[in-house]
């Protein structure tokens, strides 16, 4: 019920952004959210007690299937390369997470980094992908209705709120039930998990294909609202934001990927406008301050408000 | 009556220590059995064995008519043999409650809130349904252990010392639950237990385990009056002229 009216909150206020809002903050937005999925991905991952580094494996997948579609398949509509999107990450998680279920700890962190640096190594040194340069897509139709020149990213705005939105009731549903336990009960204790009956590889490997299909979903997203895909998207930095974003929000709320995802590009905006040398070093300090002062996330103020209130 | 459990011949080595020499035991379904043993003499590697954890270097293991041996603990969970452990193995950062609520979801209850509740009541741990499982008391921790092992509807159920590490006057009042839960439960009890007074009160039949070997096997008051079992398991300083 509560999940309810903050989804329909949620979706009225991006609404009105995308309809109201100066272009810039138009795409600002549509980043946020676009990085948030993946993150709330990531966040279905962490209940398991797993940290992937490379998220950006298949935010690329995602965004890079999204652009293929539309540059080399003509295929125009959007709401076809954010589904072709979310399941060819899908589908490569589904693969990959056969075998990266079977390790833990900083065995998995490093397995999914390397996969994501091996895609990384792959989209530089291919000539029809543009190499470093990548390419651009662009969406014509919007489910078969034709975008006005100029309205696209508004339009796409909206399709992503809407994504987001559903892609997180989705999520609170299924940790907020038996399988969120059952992944924390992984990340406790494995040894009582296959006591009880029940696979601890199961749960680990249909965690890491819901991350996989929400990080393709997030960049598929990502490419429409930039208009253009290059390998940096699956690039080791990009991943580590994502994690950077997962700890800046904290795992307590399904909120907090997109809000920590939100403060995340509002700094980056203005850091870039304003002190372009020192974003690097910003981002580590906060990241510093984070970890000392606030370990669970920019969320526990939101708790500490609450209860005190 | 046909066995629940039978063990031929089982052997297992770690290096040059011999965790089990040579064990076979029958157990008949509805009776409590106690495993007693000093340190070291390889109760908890038969448990091991029986469940999975640990392949047996030869030998079977027999549930019902079939062979487990090579199963994993989760097949063999399945199957109808739960357990509890010697260090209590619990999701420590989910309550109590949450706790029995994996147990009993897992075990596909068709109520699993109302089947947690059941648990809660029948061991005694309603009061402490709300606490985190990483904070409970040793003795608490304990019942959860074992409440999660029969929440699986198993037909044996295997306890790794369910009273060690908790103070001697909590020792029987949580026995008194646990083999009030099992009774219920209408589950085959193999347990493992160093307090004699307990062993003497609840098992119906003791087998002694010495460096891995079986020195005796039969009801608590022969086992337990056994010169070697005094000896060796027991402690007593027997004089040798008498033996
Ligand atoms: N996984 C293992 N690796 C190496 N040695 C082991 C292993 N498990 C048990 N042992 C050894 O096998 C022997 C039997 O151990 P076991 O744990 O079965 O004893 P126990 O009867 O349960 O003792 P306790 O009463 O102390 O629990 C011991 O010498 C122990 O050190
Ligand atoms: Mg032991």
């Known amino acids: 019920m509560k999940a309810a009216i903050v989804a329909i909150a949620s979706l009225a206020a991006l609404t009105a952004l995308a309809l109201l809002a100066p272009q810039w903050l138009v795409f600002m937005a549509m980043l946020a959210l676009a990085k948030g999925v993946v993150v709330l991905g990531l966040l279905v991952l962490m209940r398991t007690g797993l940290v992937s580094f490379g998220q950006g494996l298949y935010f690329g997948i995602g965004a890079y299937t999204a652009a ?65 340069d990548g390419f651009n897509l662009h969406a014509r139709t919007f489910f078969g209705v034709a975008l006005a020149p100029g309205v696209e990213r508004r339009v796409f705005l909206i399709a992503g709120a809407v994504c987001a939105v559903v892609v997180a009731l989705l999520a609170h549903r299924l940790l907020g039930g038996h399988w969120g336990r059952l992944s924390t009960g992984v990340r406790d204790n494995e040894l009582r998990v296959a006591y009880l009956g029940a696979s601890p590889y199961r749960v680990v490997y249909v965690n890491y294909l819901i991350a996989g299909a929400m990080a393709g979903l997030g960049g598929a997203l990502a490419a429409l609202a930039v208009g253009h895909v290059d390998p940096e998207m699956t690039y080791w930095t990009t991943s580590g934001e994502f994690v950077f974003i997962a700890i800046l929000g904290g795992t307590q709320s399904i909120l907090a990927p997109f809000v920590a995802a939100s403060i995340f590009e509002a700094l980056r905006t203005i850091a870039s406008q304003y002190a372009p040398n020192v974003w690097q070093m910003s981002l580590g300090l906060a990241m510093l301050a984070i970890i000392m002062f606030l370990p669970a996330g920019l969320w526990t103020l939101a708790e500490r408000r609450r209860r005190s209130a | 009556m046909s066995a629940v459990l039978t063990a031929k011949g089982l052997q297992k ?71 509890s452990f010697q260090i209590p193995q619990l999701f420590n950062s989910l309550s109590v409650r949450e706790n029995l609520l994996v147990a009993e979801s897992i075990a596909a209850m068709d109520d699993p809130q109302a089947a947690a509740d059941e ?66 439960a209408g589950v085959t ?55």
């Not at chain 1, 540059?71 to 999107?85: I, W």
């Not at chain 2, 509807?153 to 099992?182: C, H, N, Q």
């Not at chain 2, 307090?195 to 096997?217: E, H, K, L, N, P």
Request: hydrophobic fraction near 50%.
């Open chain 2, 119 to 184: 648990t809660l009541a029948r061991f005694e741990l309603a009061p402490y349904a709300a606490q985190k499982a990483g904070l409970l008391p040793e003795g608490i921790r304990k019942l959860l252990d074992v409440s999660m092992a029969l929440s699986s509807r198993s037909k044996l159920l295997l306890l790794d010392e369910p009273t060690s590490g908790v103070s001697a006057d909590e020792k029987f009042a949580i026995m008194d639950v646990v083999m009030g839960a099992a009774r219920v």
């Open chain 2, 189 to 243: 009890v193999i347990f493992v237990e160093h307090d004699m007074d307990i062993v003497a009160r609840f098992a119906g039949r003791v087998v002694a385990f010495y460096d891995g070997s079986i020195i005796a096997d039969g009801s608590p008051d022969t086992v337990l009056r056994a010169e070697n079992v005094r000896r060796y398991v027991i402690g007593e300083e027997i004089p040798h002229a008498a033996a």
């Open chain 2, 13 to 83: 080595s770690f290096g040059a220590v011999r965790a089990a020499a040579d064990i076979s035991l029958t157990f008949d379904p509805g009776i409590v059995v106690s495993l007693i043993g000093a340190n070291g003499a390889g109760k908890t590697t038969f448990l091991n064995m029986v469940t999975g954890y640990l392949r047996p270097d030869s030998g079977q293991i027999l549930f019902g008519e079939r062979d487990i041996v090579g199963l994993s603990p989760r097949r063999i969970t399945k199957l109808g043999i739960s357990r």
């Open chain 1, 68 to 132: 293929l579609l539309s540059h080399h398949l003509h295929v125009a509509d959007a709401a076809v390369m954010l589904l072709a999107g979310a399941a060819a990450a899908g589908l490569m998680a589904a693969l990959l997470g056969l075998l990266l279920a079977g390790y833990r700890d900083i065995f998995f962190a490093m397995l999914s980094l390397a996969f994501s640096m091996i895609l990384y190594g792959v989209l530089v040194k291919s000539a029809a992908l543009g190499s470093t």
